[in-house]
């Protein structure tokens, strides 16, 4: 069976990466006007932990990027925030900070996991901003920045975007290895989950972005497939068409279904 996507986005992957160095243990109040480096780091996984994902953002770089978001912004985002969160250990040693005029490092201690078996310590990179320690660096403050509220949700349609063409371009293999069994003919979604072929998770708009169709005429010796973004502008902007042959054809539509004479 296919699986659903992963995080390849190169803005998710760095977010992503920076959850898997910089682990935060259980939340100590600080009596402390300012909080320090490794107080900020703390707290961020704290709410992280806690699924308050804005509270967690705002104590770092990315705090334009979800300022800005309506409520309903939030929750389209929130299955790549709830995979991220699920990273989040409830306990992580931080081992010492470093400061250095407005930037800092917090090293923290990674537990280990099947790929790196030793508990390795990682640095946090923080700066001064107004006064305040956030997690990030300049560069990537400057990134958020230009694209304010618009930062993790064009970085969300172009994972859902991604995704989507990748499983289009599956669909092929995947309704061979159907067709082999059924009399050379192909399925639509509800055969193909039937078969184990494809799982649910990956077709659910709410985890994609994206609805899916498949359309099999009489006979069932071609099929359509086809996707558009469940929200236009938020989690896509490009509508899919496929046939059997494996073209597969794109545009901004607007968010409605395109058809093959599509250019």
């Known amino acids: 069976m296919f699986h659903s996507k992963s995080l390849h986005s190169p803005k998710l992957f760095s977010i992503g990466l920076l959850l898997l160095i910089i682990f935060g243990s259980s939340f100590a109040a600080s009596a402390q006007t300012q909080r320090s480096p490794s107080d900020t ?23 334009p990027a979800v300022e800005g978001l309506s409520p309903e912004e939030m929750e389209d985002l929130r299955p790549i925030f709830e995979a991220q969160a699920s990273q989040v250990p409830e306990q992580i040693q931080i081992d010492t900070e ?31 901003s107004g006064g ?22 064009d970085a969300l349609i172009d994972l859902n975007q991604g995704s989507t063409e990748d499983l289009l371009k599956r669909l092929i293999a995947v309704q061979a290895l159907y067709a082999q069994t059924h009399n050379g003919a192909f399925g639509e979604l509800k055969d193909l989950l039937n078969a184990d072929l494809i ?65």
Do not use: C
Request: net charge positive; charged share 20%.
């Open 41 to 63: 780091v703390r707290d961020f996984y704290k709410a992280m932990h806690e699924r308050r994902f804005k509270d967690a953002w705002s104590l770092t770089v990315y705090k």
């Open 98 to 128: 470093r400061i250095s005029g407005n930037t800092a490092q917090v090293f923290v201690q990674v537990p280990a996991t099947d790929s790196t078996p030793q508990v390795i310590s990682k640095p946090a990179d923080l700066i001064l």
């Open 132 to 153: 305040v320690w956030i997690i990030g660096t300049e560069a990537e403050q400057a990134n958020v920045k230009k694209a304010g509220s618009r930062y993790f949700l």
């Open 199 to 263: 799982s649910a998770d990956m077709i659910d708009p709410k985890s994609s972005g994206y609805n899916f169709h498949i359309v099999v005429p009489a006979g069932g010796k071609t099929f359509v497939a086809s996707a558009e973004p469940t929200r236009y502008g938020h989690t896509g902007k490009l509508s899919y068409w496929m046939d059997q042959t494996g073209a597969i054809k794109n545009a901004d539509n607007g968010g409605k279904p395109l058809s093959g004479n599509k250019n």
